[in-house]
């Protein structure tokens, strides 16, 4: 049981390049969502999944999009990276219950120069 | 809109010490629960411990207990007999409007003296 799964774990990239970061978890949570770490920020919502074929906005999505095929992945694709998305990238799960827990993934740290 | 705020950016405490970490929140919800994570310097977000509004009891692990204050919307963690692996960023979390959608404070940072 790897729980949630992220990769890569670093990542460089350069103003305008495109990519993909990848989300698995294998606990069959409906749940799963993205969220973004900034210095003296907290962790702040991007989109989230309540299960296969649905996704939904969070708090800060612009230039971000996802997608939910299965179960088990949740890719996040940067379209045309900027340095504003210069940041640590967490995606989680949980079953769709109030107040399961959460369970984060170890997290994509992201630079764009 | 919902928010949650850590009025301490930073806190520090001897070993063997107690510490309380303060988190309030705004809502407008009768039953939804709440949430300190832990993110030492592996990055990790670890739960720590988690409270049930509408039980009246604080919610207690081991050496971390809470003291919620309902009417107040204050979630203040109490980290007893403070140990060297509990220096780390501190998070308070709400789900916001009774979704799975949580919201952060801005964390506390917890150093721990020896």
């Known amino acids: 049981n790897a729980g949630v799964t992220q990769t890569p774990k670093f990542q460089v990239l350069k103003t305008g390049q495109s990519m993909t970061l990848q989300c698995a978890q294998d606990?069959?949570?409906?749940?799963m969502s993205w969220y973004r770490q900034d210095p003296g920020m907290g962790l702040r919502l991007i989109h989230y999944s309540v299960g296969a074929g649905i996704t939904d906005q969070g708090e800060v999505p612009n230039g971000y999009n996802v997608s939910r095929s299965t179960t088990e992945d949740f890719p996040l694709r940067l379209l045309s990276a900027a340095p504003s998305q210069t940041s640590v990238y967490f995606c989680?799960?949980?079953?769709?219950?109030?107040?399961?827990?959460?369970?984060f993934g170890p997290g994509t740290r992201l630079t764009v120069l | 809109a919902q928010t949650v705020t850590q009025s301490q950016p930073e806190m520090s405490v001897q070993e063997a010490e107690t510490v309380t970490l303060s988190c309030t929140y705004d809502?407008?919800?009768?039953?939804?629960?709440l949430f300190w994570y832990k993110q030492p310097p592996s990055r990790q977000m670890i739960l720590v411990i988690r409270q049930e509004a509408y039980k009246q009891q604080n919610a207690t692990e081991n050496r971390f207990s809470v003291n919620f204050q309902k009417a107040a919307k204050s979630f203040s963690l109490k980290i007893s007999d403070s140990q060297l692996g509990d220096a780390a960023m501190y998070f308070c979390a709400y789900p916001q409007g009774g979704s799975e959608k949580l919201v952060f404070g801005k964390g506390t940072k917890l150093t721990v003296n020896p």
């Open positions: 989680a799960s949980s079953s769709y219950f109030l107040g399961d827990t959460q369970y």
């Open positions: 606990m069959n949570h409906e749940y």
């Open positions: 809502t407008s919800e009768s039953d939804y629960y």
